[in-house]
């Protein structure tokens, strides 16, 4: 039999890595794939996208270009195109190239091993881009792992349509998966080792299931569900919309201390003109009240944003606003980009009237800002004692290395090997986004 080796290359989000990891485990499991990292080693190639921001179809042909050349070498190999651009481009990607054996959506990853077996056998290209009402996740088997942090996908898809987005186009609508099968998910992983999880979604607080005698679980139901499996210490989620963040969830953060103290809440704008032409869904009074009150409950808890820049209607007051939210909600790190017309979506439609030198200012000048945040508090973290999950040593420095609750990687030595612990360590450097540390205990049970 063919012996099958996998190279795969993923660009984008984390649901991106996640549904990448996903491909790999359900190839071992239906044609005995192995992974490699070499391209040269593989036979069947799978490029796996994104096309939220850039001009990901250049991205896509470009990388495909090169891979034609293998293809050339041993017209054996299999080429597989998958995730939003392959959503959004569909057949045309053949059009420009035709050695493409494979097209698949995002959810139709799990249709791979039968569309490889079908194209090996009927030497036709395939496409499936479709939204299939089944869910993809029954088909994957359980994810080995050797890592003590897991990414577990909760809901798929968006409702929302804001109107900048391509996501509820390429990814379809919100489909919650059964809290039954993200609890065994997590379980199974807890006894590898797992001891902190990070719940995947384009919107987790939308989730909502209906189980078999029609009662409704929620986002915090499953939070308070997660928090009773026993090892797991930690628990993270990405990401949340502010329309969604309903008082009940943020009252959930009085009972699960298992949630950690740094939420990352997208707000996009901090002009309420600019937001009701996003379609967002809310205010700016709105969104800082959710920040004040989870922050009457958790002094401590840090917040970071994600930032659109010269949306289309931006003035210099609009984006001033957007400044002075981030400095008035203290805002942690935060992630911001350049808005980029997307086809098809509302805002593609709407007249940009925003220079392309001025939104490069209007970026950097806004990262200063976040940068400012960010160094301002890493520095209020020196010399206190944090608790870190070590999971590894860093083979850039050979030091030991773990997160803190806020997403600071932290560089330790130690004699002894506290890898997949949680341990508490006192901060003695700091840098922009990481931070070096002392050993001071282990953290207790
Ligand atoms: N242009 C620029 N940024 C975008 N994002 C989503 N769509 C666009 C777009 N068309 C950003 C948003 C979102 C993050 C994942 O990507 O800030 O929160
Ligand atoms: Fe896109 Fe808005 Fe949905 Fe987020 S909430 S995925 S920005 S449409």
């Not at 995002?106 to 299939?132: A, C, E, G």
């Not at 798929?156 to 998966?177: A, D, L, M, Q």
């Not at 010269?310 to 002075?324: A, L, Q, R, V, Y």
């Not at 203290?330 to 392309?356: E, H």
Request: glycine residues 4%; aromatic residues 12%; positive net charge.
């Amino acid at each position: 039999m063919l012996k099958n080796k996998l190279y795969i290359k993923t660009w984008g989000c984390q649901m991106n890595e996640y549904d990448s990891s996903k491909i790999a485990d359900i190839m071992e499991k239906e044609l005995n794939c192995i992974v490699t990292k070499s391209v040269k080693d593989a036979n069947i190639l799978i490029l796996n996208t994104c096309s939220i921001r850039e001009k990901a179809q250049e991205k896509l042909f470009h990388q495909l270009g090169r891979w034609k050349n293998f293809k050339k070498d041993n017209p054996n190999i299999i080429i597989g195109v998958g995730g939003c651009v392959a959503s959004q481009e569909g057949k045309n990607i053949l059009n420009r190239a035709y050695y493409v054996d494979i097209i698949f959506g995002p959810q139709t990853i799990h249709k791979l091993p039968m569309m490889i077996n079908n194209v090996r056998k009927f030497k036709k290209y395939l496409i499936d881009i479709s939204f299939p009402n089944i869910e993809k996740f029954k088909y994957f088997p359980f994810t080995k792992t050797k890592c003590f942090s897991a990414f577990v996908t909760i809901i798929e898809g968006c409702n929302k349509y804001c109107t900048y987005c391509i996501v509820p186009y390429t990814r379809g609508k919100e489909i919650s998966r059964p809290y039954q099968d993200i609890i065994l998910e997590i379980k199974n992983l807890s006894t590898q080792g797992v001891k902190e999880i990070n719940l995947l979604g384009q919107n987790v607080n939308a989730y909502q299931y209906k189980n078999d005698k029609g009662q409704i679980f929620n986002f915090t139901d499953l939070l308070i569900m997660i928090s009773k499996i026993k090892d797991i210490k930690r628990i993270k989620f990405t990401t949340s919309h502010p329309k969604n963040f309903d008082n009940q969830l943020i009252n959930v953060y009085k009972k699960i201390p298992q949630l950690v103290n740094f939420l990352h809440l997208p707000v996009q704008s901090g002009s309420d003109k600019i937001l009701s032409l996003m379609k967002r869904r809310y205010n700016i009074f709105e969104y800082t009240n959710i920040i004040h009150k989870i922050k009457n409950i958790r002094p401590n808890m840090q917040i970071g944003s994600d930032f659109i820049v010269g949306f289309p209607g931006e003035t210099k007051k609009d984006f001033n606003e957007t400044i002075s939210l981030i400095l008035d909600v203290d805002l942690d790190m935060s992630y911001s980009f350049i808005y980029s017309p997307r086809p098809g979506t509302p805002a593609s439609k709407m007249k940009d009237n925003v220079d392309i030198k001025e939104k490069k200012e209007r970026l950097h000048l806004l990262q200063y800002h976040i940068n400012q945040q960010v160094k301002k508090f890493s520095y209020k973290m020196l010399n206190t004692i944090q608790t870190i999950l070590v999971e590894g040593i860093s083979p850039q420095n050979n030091k030991y290395f773990g997160k803190t609750e806020n997403n600071r990687i932290v560089f330790f030595t130690s004699k002894n090997n506290y890898i997949g612990q949680f341990i508490n360590v006192k901060i003695i450097d700091c840098y922009l986004y990481s931070l070096y540390a002392v050993f001071i205990s282990i953290v207790k049970n």
